[in-house]
């Protein structure tokens, strides 16, 4: 595991145009300001944004420390796989946060225990817990962005969990790369799965064998339903891909 980074982001300069951010966040791409969410957090005065910045190199396991000091990340780059396990070891929950997913970190959350990796080169914003806390215990409108975000990461878990329990495997595939498409990073268009996410990540999010996604993704491709593109496979058939 390498952590490239780790720092408070650096606020926007004045010069920089005014609309280039809803509530002049610190950066271009800040996942926060283009959901227009924590407005309190990240627009704040310069040098108080309360996010920092994390960097995983793709591969690496996500740092145990993250889930004891922060209470929730904002992917701004790359694809997370994040899974939570029972007392036991056993998977209980798998999912994948792209660009502008919200990732549920902290304990108060429900986790039992808590693991994942970076498929990609990473770069995560992440809020400490006892800010997030106080935040919410205020009253602010940190609290319903929030609950908000929280749900979007739960439909994606589920969403994957009914991909893990289709009859076939190639069924299972079919409906991840929809549930992905729809889900994985908005707002990327609908009909692209990264490249950088790998047929072995789909593989782990399925709990199946890497070659067993391999021989669907091919028989999928043989029948048109998707396509390889430089920026990642495109679902060339959404209709067929869902009836698959």
């Known amino acids: 595991m390498t952590l490239l980074d780790s720092r408070t982001i650096d606020l926007r300069p004045a010069s920089a145009p005014s609309s280039d951010a809803l509530y002049g966040a610190a950066c271009l791409d800040c996942p926060a300001a283009r959901q227009n969410v924590f407005a309190d957090l990240v627009g704040a005065a310069p040098g108080t944004c309360a996010f920092s910045r994390l960097s995983l190199e793709a591969r690496a396991p996500i740092p145990g420390r993250w889930f004891g000091t ?21 998977a209980t929950a798998i999912d994948a946060a792209g660009p502008g997913c919200l990732i549920p970190l902290g304990e108060a959350l429900g986790s039992v225990a808590v693991g994942g990796y970076a498929a990609t080169r990473v770069l995560v914003c992440v809020c400490p817990n006892d800010v997030i806390g106080r935040a919410v215990r205020s009253g602010d409108p940190t609290a319903p962005d929030l609950i908000r975000l929280q749900s979007e990461a739960l439909e994606r878990v589920e969403r994957i969990a009914d991909a893990r329990g289709r009859a076939t495997v190639d069924e299972r595939v079919a409906a991840l790369l929809i549930a992905l498409s729809e889900t994985l990073a908005p707002p990327r268009s609908d009909v692209v799965i990264p490249s950088g996410l790998q047929q072995r990540d789909m593989a782990a999010l399925l709990g199946v064998r890497h070659e067993s996604v391999c021989r669907s993704i091919r028989k999928l491709e043989s029948r048109g339903l998707i396509a390889r593109e430089p920026e990642g496979l495109r679902i060339a058939d959404r209709a067929a891909l869902l009836a698959a």
């Open 70 to 90: 922060y209470m929730i990340g904002l992917v701004r780059r790359g694809v997370l796989i994040r899974q939570r396990v029972d007392s036991l070891g056993r």
